[in-house]
């Protein structure tokens, strides 16, 4: 048993995130490491005591942070002590309460008192319901949890286990669970909730009340059984879809199938996709250039589909980017960073920024997604006056939010400078709305953004402001065309910046609409299905009438929920 602060790298699991400084609680089972009081590890703006690393000997840590909440606000801390007299300990404490976390001798659980705690397990870790499944391994609490989406809101909690899956069950539960499985797992469920996971072939225990699913990739759930001994399990009826995707002209084009809301990305080698035996509400989407194909399949061992998708359109010298991808390490979502990038490829979209709100994002590729996908880390600045997206970022291990930029009590023109990089600028920002109408007189900011968000068409009031006072703001959306070839492979990052500080990009949910100033002054326009509208000046003007303009013309199109924003075309 120890409590000590962190010195050597030998002390500690591996993949862990401890800094010099940081405070170490030890037993003959796991380590624990708890951050020093300065700063959380990914939490932006909260002070450090919350666990970064925790992991059994010799084995791998992948958690991402649990940090205590005192009454839901973060513990600043003033004054730390620690001691190996009862367990290894260590007290936080600091003018609105205090916590403990404490470790006993030969337990695989760490004891936390006087907080709540908000969890966040890994990149490829699995939500569970009080906690994190990663392969062989499991972290679970004892409270209830508030499901935030990627991390977790854990009340009411009194330790933490982690250790291998048969460990975890047999340190934390009494009822005998003990027999087989006929495919990869089995899962453990209690009150319509998943709280653990047994290897295929087990002897251990489980929850009083719980039952036990045999479950596997491919094959459909097998029946519930309440825990016992001696069970012999099996998972459902094994099925696969082995689509096959091409346009009108024949060229076989990656998608992403959609099978009863589950979305994969399938890529145009068309590997089988495991779904299991049954019939599934099926949709085939390749993105906005192409119309989707929706129907109803059934499934028994291997299908064949076969769709051919038209093309809608196909906008010359453009590219479709998505500049606010928010996967891990984003807190409200467990999307991770190349499956996000796959559904994109599928898509069509040929650059991405991975922006997680007050984090870095942390992009990496398949060899598939660096055929067809540039994606650059960027961070989004969500402050109390607005958000900011910036980009390029570099994450830096060890500083809280991994290096994002510190915005508390800032007004929205520091917020924007933070992001784009202080007295230097060096990234390209993009601001909401509410940035916009919290920043001030336009004339009186230091800086401009490079573009404006669009959330929806609500937002147009708020970009005619802009231009009738002569910011001339590239417009962004949820999707972005801009200008540039993709011909040769992903566009690079300098062309789509070319793109926004020019001016010219298409903000959009996925349609595509553009002035053509080739038939000026009639202002005729290319667009994809949908009503059309001309604004000039801040009037909606009648296309089929001369226009007459002095400042600023722009179209708007509007295709049911879909619509598009062309860039603006100044006189």
């Given at each position: 048993?120890?409590?000590?602060?962190?010195?050597?790298?030998?002390?500690?699991?591996?993949?862990?995130?401890?800094?010099?400084?940081?405070?170490?609680?030890?037993?003959?089972?796991?380590?624990?490491?708890?951050?020093?009081?300065?700063?959380?590890?990914?939490?932006?703006?909260?002070?450090?005591?919350?666990?970064?690393?925790?992991?059994?000997?010799?084995?791998?840590?992948?958690?991402?942070?649990?940090?205590?909440?005192?009454?839901?606000e973060w513990l600043v801390i003033d004054e730390v002590e620690l001691g190996d007299d009862d367990g290894a300990w260590i007290?936080?404490?600091?003018?609105?309460?205090?916590?403990?976390?404490?470790?006993?001798?030969?337990?695989?659980?760490?004891?936390?008192?006087?907080?709540?705690?908000?969890?966040?397990?890994?990149?490829?870790?699995?939500?569970?319901?009080?906690?994190?499944?990663?392969?062989?391994?499991?972290?679970?609490?004892?409270?209830?949890?508030?499901?935030?989406?990627?991390?977790?809101?854990?009340?009411?909690?009194?330790?933490?286990?982690?250790?291998?899956?048969?460990?975890?069950?047999?340190?934390?539960?009494?009822?005998?669970?003990?027999?087989?499985?006929?495919?990869?797992?089995?899962?453990?469920?209690?009150?319509?909730?998943?709280?653990?996971?047994?290897?295929?072939?087990?002897?251990?225990?489980?929850?009083?009340?719980?039952?036990?699913?045999?479950a596997g990739a491919g094959r459909v759930d097998g029946e519930p059984v309440p825990a016992a001994t001696g069970l012999e399990?099996?998972?459902?009826?094994?099925?696969?879809?082995?689509?096959?995707?091409?346009?009108?002209?024949?060229?076989?084009?990656?998608?992403?199938?959609?099978?009863?809301?589950?979305?994969?990305?399938?890529?145009?080698?068309?590997?089988?996709?495991?779904?299991?035996?049954?019939?599934?509400?099926?949709?085939?989407?390749?993105?906005?250039?192409?119309?989707?194909?929706?129907?109803?399949?059934?499934?028994?061992?291997?299908?064949?589909?076969?769709?051919?998708?038209?093309?809608?359109?196909?906008?010359?010298?453009?590219?479709?980017?998505?500049?606010?991808?928010?996967?891990?390490?984003?807190?409200?979502?467990?999307?991770?960073?190349?499956?996000?990038?796959?559904?994109?490829?599928?898509?069509?979209?040929?650059?991405?920024?991975?922006?997680?709100p007050d984090e870095v994002g942390r992009p990496y590729q398949s060899d598939w997604t660096e055929r067809t996908t540039r994606?650059?880390?960027?961070?989004?600045?969500?402050?109390?006056?607005?958000?900011?997206?910036?980009?390029?970022?570099?994450?830096?291990?060890?500083?809280?939010?991994?290096?994002?930029?510190?915005?508390?009590?800032?007004?929205?023109?520091?917020?924007?400078?933070?992001?784009?990089?202080?007295?230097?600028?060096?990234?390209?920002?993009?601001?909401?709305?509410?940035?916009?109408?919290?920043?001030?007189?336009?004339?009186?900011?230091?800086?401009?953004?490079?573009?404006?968000?669009?959330?929806?068409?609500?937002?147009?009031?708020?970009?005619?402001?802009?231009?009738?006072?002569?910011?001339?703001?590239?417009?962004?959306?949820?999707?972005?065309?801009?200008?540039?070839?993709?011909?040769?492979?992903?566009?690079?990052?300098?062309?789509?910046?070319?793109?926004?500080?020019?001016?010219?990009?298409?903000?959009?949910?996925?349609?595509?609409?553009?002035?053509?100033?080739?038939?000026?002054?009639?202002?005729?326009?290319?667009?994809?299905?949908?009503?059309?509208?001309?604004?000039?000046?801040?009037?909606?003007?009648?296309?089929?009438?001369?226009?007459?303009?002095?400042?600023?013309?722009?179209?708007?199109?509007?295709?049911?929920?879909?619509?598009?924003?062309?860039?603006?075309?100044?006189?």
């Open positions: 048993m120890r409590a000590k602060v962190f010195a050597c790298d030998d002390e500690l699991p591996g993949g862990a995130s401890a800094r010099r400084g940081d405070l170490v609680l030890q037993n003959a089972l796991v380590t624990a490491v708890i951050r020093s009081p300065g700063e959380s590890l990914t939490v932006l703006h909260a002070p450090g005591g919350g666990l970064v690393d925790f992991a059994p000997w010799n084995g791998q840590d992948w958690l991402w942070e649990a940090q205590p909440l005192v009454d839901g007290r936080l404490a600091g003018p609105d309460g205090e916590v403990t976390w404490r470790l006993p001798a030969d337990s695989r659980s760490i004891e936390l008192t006087g907080a709540d705690l908000w969890l966040h397990g890994d990149r490829r870790s699995e939500a569970l319901a009080g906690g994190f499944l990663r392969g062989t391994n499991m972290l679970v609490s004892d409270g209830q949890v508030e499901d935030l989406g990627g991390a977790q809101l854990v009340t009411g909690l009194t330790a933490l286990t982690v250790g291998s899956l048969e460990d975890v069950h047999d340190a934390l539960w009494d009822t005998p669970a003990q027999g087989s499985c006929d495919a990869d797992r089995v899962d453990v469920w209690l009150d319509g909730e998943r709280t653990g996971v047994l290897p295929a072939t087990f002897d251990s225990h489980a929850p009083l009340g719980a039952e036990l699913v045999c399990l099996a998972a459902g009826e094994a099925g696969s879809i082995r689509l096959r995707v091409a346009d009108e002209d024949g060229h076989e084009i990656p998608v992403v199938l959609t099978v009863d809301g589950h979305e994969t990305a399938v890529s145009d080698r068309f590997e089988p996709v495991p779904t299991g035996a049954g019939t599934f509400s099926v949709v085939v989407d390749a993105g906005p250039r192409f119309t989707t194909w929706e129907g109803e399949l059934e499934v028994l061992d291997e299908v064949g589909l076969e769709v051919v998708l038209d093309r809608r359109y196909d906008p010359v010298d453009h590219v479709l980017v998505d500049l606010f991808q928010a996967p891990f390490p984003s807190a409200t979502t467990r999307l991770e960073q190349n499956d996000a990038l796959e559904l994109s490829a599928a898509r069509g979209v040929a650059f991405v920024v991975q922006a997680p994606a650059i880390a960027g961070s989004e600045t969500r402050s109390d006056v607005g958000s900011v997206w910036s980009w390029p970022w570099s994450a830096n291990d060890k500083h809280a939010g991994h290096g994002a930029g510190r915005w508390l009590d800032r007004d929205a023109n520091a917020v924007l400078a933070i992001a784009g990089g202080y007295g230097d600028p060096d990234r390209v920002t993009v601001v909401d709305v509410a940035w916009v109408e919290n920043a001030g007189l336009v004339a009186a900011w230091p800086e401009d953004p490079d573009a404006l968000r669009l959330e929806s068409l609500d937002d147009l009031d708020v970009l005619f402001e802009l231009l009738d006072a002569e910011v001339r703001i590239a417009v962004t959306g949820p999707l972005t065309w801009v200008p540039a070839d993709d011909t040769l492979g992903p566009p690079s990052q300098s062309a789509i910046e070319r793109g926004l500080v020019e001016g010219t990009s298409i903000a959009s949910t996925g349609p595509f609409v553009e002035l053509d100033t080739v038939l000026f002054p009639e202002l005729a326009w290319e667009v994809s299905d949908g009503e059309v509208e001309l604004w000039v000046d801040g009037a909606l003007a009648d296309p089929d009438a001369p226009v007459t303009a002095e400042r600023w013309a722009i179209a708007v199109l509007r295709d049911g929920d879909d619509w598009a924003v062309s860039a603006p075309l100044w006189f």
